[in-house]
């Protein structure tokens, strides 16, 4: 059993950041639009920002599909980090997420922040890459509300082998 060691404190060096943002522009187009953005991240978790004004709904608060996006955004982004820390490759998708809107988000920029997950957790995953080719991880996304947090998001996300997306 290989044994990863990964400092979970490491922020991500900005040129990974980048690269995760032009990724997430490249692949998933949808986030530029919504204006998505990389805001700082690393092992120890990734916070994505997106705007208010043009994510919001006839309440002038955000728009629930926008904070879904932005949470499961942040997971992918997330995983899409950790593979590459792992030296890595796999195509990386939502298996089954879960979301709950607690309070109405009204802030001008809105930030979601994936939770890292253990190194135990990611010993495991990556044991489940070596020996089926797949593996899979369960990731916290949580919106900041005035009093705890405003979202709370589940997800669980599947990464494949290059070129396969159709085997969970």
């Known amino acids: 059993m290989r044994d990863i060691t990964?400092?979970?404190?490491?922020?991500?060096?900005?040129e990974?950041?980048?690269?995760?943002?032009?990724?997430?522009?490249?692949?998933?187009?949808?986030?530029?639009?919504m204006g998505i953005r990389v805001h700082e991240g690393g092992l120890g978790g990734l916070v994505m920002r997106l705007p208010l004004i043009p994510n919001?709904?006839?309440?002038?608060?955000?728009?629930?599909?926008?904070?879904?996006?932005?949470?499961?955004?942040?997971?992918w982004g997330y995983v899409?980090?950790?593979?590459?820390?792992?030296?890595r490759r796999g195509n990386i998708v939502i298996h089954r997420s879960t979301i709950k809107y607690l309070q109405p988000v009204t802030s001008s920029e809105i930030y979601a922040h994936c939770r890292s997950v253990t190194p135990?957790?990611?010993?495991?995953?990556?044991?489940?890459?070596?020996?089926?080719?797949?593996?899979?991880?369960?990731?916290?996304?949580?919106?900041?509300?005035?009093?705890?947090?405003?979202?709370?998001?589940?997800?669980?996300?599947v990464v494949l082998p290059p070129g396969n997306i159709t085997s969970l």
Request: aromatic share 8%.
């Open 120 to 157: 135990a957790e990611t010993q495991y995953f990556v044991e489940m890459l070596d020996e089926k080719g797949q593996a899979k991880l369960e990731l916290a996304v949580e919106v900041p509300g005035f009093e705890g947090p405003a979202v709370s998001f589940k997800g669980s996300y």
């Open 6 to 14: 990964l400092n979970p404190t490491l922020a991500a060096a900005p």
């Open 80 to 87: 899409f980090l950790l593979l590459g820390e792992l030296g």
């Open 16 to 33: 990974r950041l980048a690269e995760l943002q032009s990724t997430l522009e490249r692949e998933i187009p949808m986030s530029a639009q």
């Open 56 to 75: 919001r709904n006839h309440q002038q608060t955000a728009f629930a599909g926008s904070l879904n996006a932005l949470c499961t955004i942040a997971g």
